[in-house]
């Protein structure tokens, strides 16, 4: 074989590879565009308590949970015990969160949401299930219903294997099913 027929072959075995290569980059692109727009709408209303995203998914996290422990809410963030203190410090002082001591155990400090707490994350959520409701009705997206469930498999497929039981685990404490 020719260098200049080498060359083709390779060209041509390459073309798969490159294609595949540039729809990994464009879904790659798109989850940063989404991701940007999807934090977005809350990073707004956030501002506006002088509060930024650590805040929101602590009280996302909180509110759906009620009753959450320092060392759960550590494991779900993966984030410094340094870096929650700061943030539950904010939303405690400021009447958003409150602690109690566990019954069982005196050592755990159980979280919960204020009304107020509630309230905001509600407006958090409220905004962002617009955007989500908006993406899996817009004619671009499955009709069929089935675009629900693509997002969720997805989204799941997205997280680490040895993590989706412990993802699905969480979830099913407020009655939430991942088959």
């Known amino acids: ?14 073309a798969p590879a490159r294609e595949a290569a540039t729809v990994n980059d464009d879904l790659i692109e798109l989850l940063f565009f989404a991701y940007r727009d999807f934090v977005g709408d809350p990073d707004r209303i956030l501002a506006q308590y002088g509060f930024g995203r650590a805040h929101h998914r602590v009280l996302h996290f909180v509110d759906r949970y009620p009753g959450l422990t320092i060392a ?28 109690k001591t566990g019954e069982s155990d005196r050592r755990q400090r159980l979280l919960f949401c204020t009304e107020a707490g509630a309230a905001l994350a ?53 009655g939430r099913d991942l088959a």
Do not use: C, W
Not at 82 to 99: C, F, P, T, W
């Open 122 to 174: 509600g407006d958090l959520t409220r905004v962002q299930v617009r955007r989500l409701a908006r993406a899996l009705s817009d004619p671009i997206g499955d009709q069929s219903g089935g675009a629900r469930a693509s997002a969720q498999d997805f989204l799941l497929a997205m997280i680490e294997p040895d993590e989706r039981a412990a993802v699905r685990r969480l979830m099913a404490r407020r």
């Open 1 to 14: 074989m020719t260098h200049q027929a080498t060359r083709q072959a390779e060209s041509g075995a390459a």
């Open 72 to 99: 759960e809410l550590l494991d779900i963030l993966r984030i410094t015990k340094q870096s929650l203190n700061r943030v539950l410090k904010d939303l405690i002082e400021q009447g958003y969160i409150a602690q």
